[in-house]
């Protein structure tokens, strides 16, 4: 249940802050369209287009700097890079390194296991890591310096239904109401129980605890949705204002341009 607690505590911490989180970056004024589609070119470009680790290197290190010059918040863009595009590729690339076919460069007995390592696996993982730190690092510059209402704003260009929008948004709203209930309902139980159950009898326990929470959470949100339609809420939710700034949109699209150009140039 404390590990329960903290990931409510990090969301709602980060749901409170985004914002004005964000709005220090000098990204944030970038058009919201024009910031995404730079980032998916990007992606394009590193999954595609690019197989030097070179390249790969080249891009994470501009984007690692970039985010430091561009004010994004850098303890939250660490944790995103490092959990996502260090820890993630590590553990999936480690076991590609055993079970790739090709030349054995080194082998190794641990408990009698005979553990090969190839070429065709080291470069397999080395460019598995590699490319997947650099897509983090594009994906950890868009995400740290884009607030929730700019993305809603992107799908209301793209004109996606509005019935979608709306569950997307509600649910990344409310989404820690979910986790304050199941505390509730657990730290309930702790306090009703003095023993843990038998084995057996856990599962039907587990059972009735989701069905508490299904209820609660479908009561809770019945009168979250009563209370929207009292405000006036009709199937849509309004855009709200951003205010993006062309300079800002023209710096960063040259700024990218000019990386695109040096890998063009140098790699591709």
């Not at 054995?104 to 553990?115: A, L, Q, R, T, Y």
Request: glycine share 2%; aromatic share 20%.
């Amino acid at each position: 249940m404390s590990f329960l607690t903290i990931v409510n505590n990090k969301f709602q911490d980060y749901l409170l802050t985004e914002y004005e989180s964000t709005q220090k970056s000098y990204l944030f004024y970038v058009f919201p369209m024009i910031k995404l589609l730079l980032t998916i070119w990007m992606i394009f470009i590193i999954n595609y287009l690019l197989q030097s680790y070179l390249a790969y290197v080249i891009i994470a290190i501009t984007f690692i700097i970039s985010s430091f010059l561009l004010k994004i918040n850098k303890k939250r863009f660490i944790k995103l890079v490092f959990v996502m595009g260090f820890l993630f590729p590590l553990v999936i690339s480690i076991p590609v390194l055993f079970t790739s076919e090709g030349t054995v460069v080194w082998s190794f007995n641990i408990f009698s296991f005979e553990f090969l390592i190839t070429n065709v696996g080291i470069e397999l993982s080395l460019n598995f890591f590699l490319r997947m730190f650099a897509n983090m690092t594009v994906l950890a510059l868009f995400i740290l310096s884009t607030p929730f209402n700019h993305i809603i704003h992107i799908f209301h260009q793209l004109h996606f239904p509005s019935i979608l929008v709306s569950i997307i948004t509600l649910t990344y709203r409310y989404f820690f109401l979910f986790f304050e209930n199941l505390i509730k309902i657990l730290r309930a139980d702790d306090c009703r129980r003095f023993k843990k159950y038998p084995f057996k009898r856990r599962f039907s326990h587990l059972s009735t605890m989701f069905s508490m929470l299904l209820l609660r959470s479908f009561n809770h949100g019945t009168k979250i949705h009563y209370a929207m339609i009292a405000r006036g809420y009709k199937g849509d939710l309004p855009d709200l204002n951003y205010y993006p700034k062309v300079i800002h949109t023209l710096f960063y699209s040259l700024g990218i341009a000019l990386l695109n150009v040096v890998i063009w140039i140098k790699f591709v």
